[in-house]
């Protein structure tokens, strides 16, 4: 039972362009969330999805970021015109249920490096 | 005034110590409580649930106290592998998102 998988783990972008992260959660689960991490610094919950729904998505900047959670496929965090702030490491979690209450399985992230 | 905060560590402890740590939260009506571990920025881990009566799991101890709003953490006998960012992490049980607080560093040495 593989676990939460992200892609891609390191990804580079210049600033202007755009990045995707992607992540397909643990078989079952259908409850997906996005968290940020700056350097030396916390995780920031961004975004909270179940499929083909955005239930919570009071971490998101206003402008440049996006998430998806199709019916079919992985999440996808879509951001675009990078800045060198965005530079991170961008988590997904997955649940069984939409509840905090249970365990969340993260992945083990992509980190983004915008030059 | 952050939602969850945490000890600023970093914590340096030698091997055999017995090291606590405790997290504040600000909103009351938080019900749901946890401790994750983090590796060099890998991807934190749940280390244990944080119930009302307090919980033990071998060397690990967590506590909660309602009203004063904290949770804390101990860990007895400290091992060299134990050394890692502690995250405290609070929740109301029926929203989808977790708080994390930004961590606690605790090393362990020989």
């Known amino acids: 039972n593989a676990g939460v998988m992200q892609n891609p783990r390191h990804l580079v972008r210049r600033r202007g362009q755009e990045a995707r992260l992607r992540c397909s959660p643990m078989?079952?689960?259908?409850?997906v969330y996005w968290y940020r991490q700056l350097p030396e610094e916390g995780l920031k919950f961004m975004v909270y999805l179940q499929k083909e729904n955005i239930i919570d998505e009071s971490g998101m900047p206003k402008e440049r970021f996006s998430a998806e959670f199709p019916k079919e496929g992985p999440s996808i965090l879509r951001i675009q015109q990078v800045v060198r702030g965005d530079s991170a490491a961008y988590f997904c979690a997955s649940s069984p249920q939409g509840r905090a209450d249970t365990e969340a399985f993260f992945g083990q992230g992509t980190r983004l490096t915008v030059v | 005034r952050k939602e969850v905060e945490q000890d600023p560590g970093p914590f340096n402890v030698p091997e055999g110590a017995t090291v606590a740590f405790n997290c504040t939260y600000s909103n009351s009506a938080s019900q749901s409580f946890f401790w994750y571990r983090q590796d060099c920025r890998k991807e934190p881990k749940l280390l244990m649930s944080v119930y009302s009566s307090g919980n033990e799991d071998g060397r690990f101890t967590a506590q909660l106290n309602r009203a004063s709003q904290y949770i804390s953490l101990l860990i007895r006998d400290s091992k060299l592998s134990d050394s890692a960012t502690y995250l405290c992490?609070?929740?109301?049980?029926?929203?989808?998102?977790?708080?994390f607080g930004d961590g606690t560093t605790l090393t362990v040495k020989p």
């Open positions: 078989k079952g689960h259908s409850h």
């Open positions: 992490v609070v929740a109301l049980t029926n929203a989808g998102k977790s708080t």
